[in-house]
């Protein structure tokens, strides 16, 4: 799969009438979690140049994987306004799919900077930056309307990557699994009935997790490697 010659649908101007596009929209004004727009309203008064609102996800609409992080980071992607950018989870994980051959570049620093995927959507379990980086079960809940708004215009994705236990358990929830019948652990692969039928964890590529060791450059790709192969194959 080669990269495609249109850009993908991006978190600040997606293709006009769309319904990413809509739903971009709808994420980017949503307010139902009081703390969390406060907590951004409060941001914005102290970095008036930083994005501050909930963040829409990014890719290729006929994705066939999905990654699926925890939520913006505040001085990332809360800051630029697309997922990922800006900041060291950003840089492996752009750095690793253009490894892979389905990102056209290495970085995204900034959300102007050009940003194309081949066959990869990437979102968040949630769209606001939480303070502490720590949401509540509440914010988690009232956020899967969004992502499960997002597999039904993604209706070629085969694999979901979950970055982190967060994000495997609000995948799990949105597609009513049970938790323990699907235990976190970095390179499991678990079969889900139902569309997409392959959940892959992974450690997310945080700074807590690669600067310790406890996540690798090797691990890392390995996991990406395997998911895409799951997501392409025949």
């Known amino acids: 799969m080669s990269l495609p010659e249109q850009p993908c649908v991006p978190c600040d101007r997606p293709p006009i009438d769309s319904p990413f596009s809509a739903l971009a929209k709808e994420i980017v004004a949503c307010e139902r979690c009081p703390r969390l727009a406060v907590y951004l309203a409060e941001g914005r008064a102290r970095h008036p140049d930083y994005w501050c609102r909930p963040v829409p996800g990014f890719g290729d609409p006929v994705a066939r994987l999905l990654i699926l992080g925890l939520a913006p980071g505040f001085h990332g ?41 081949a066959g990869v959507y990437v979102s968040n379990a949630l769209r606001c930056a939480p303070p502490g980086n720590r949401p509540t079960a509440a914010e988690l809940a009232a956020c899967r309307p969004f992502l499960a708004r997002e597999l039904v215009l993604l209706p070629e994705v085969r694999v979901v990557v979950a970055l982190g236990r967060l994000a495997h358990d609000t995948y799990l929830q949105l597609r009513g699994e049970r938790r323990s019948d699907h235990p976190f652990r970095h390179g499991a692969i678990h079969t889900l009935a139902g569309r997409p039928a392959l959940l892959v964890d992974s450690y997310h590529p945080s700074r807590q997790n690669t ?22 194959r025949d």
């Open 77 to 117: 992607a809360n800051r630029h306004g697309r997922v990922f950018t800006g900041d060291d989870s950003g840089r492996w994980l752009w750095s690793a799919l253009h490894e892979l051959g389905v990102c056209s570049n290495a970085q995204s620093p900034h959300r102007g900077a050009p940003l194309r995927l």
């Open 211 to 232: 600067n310790t060791g406890v996540l690798t450059w090797e691990r890392w790709v390995a996991v990406l490697r395997a998911a895409w192969a799951l997501a392409t």
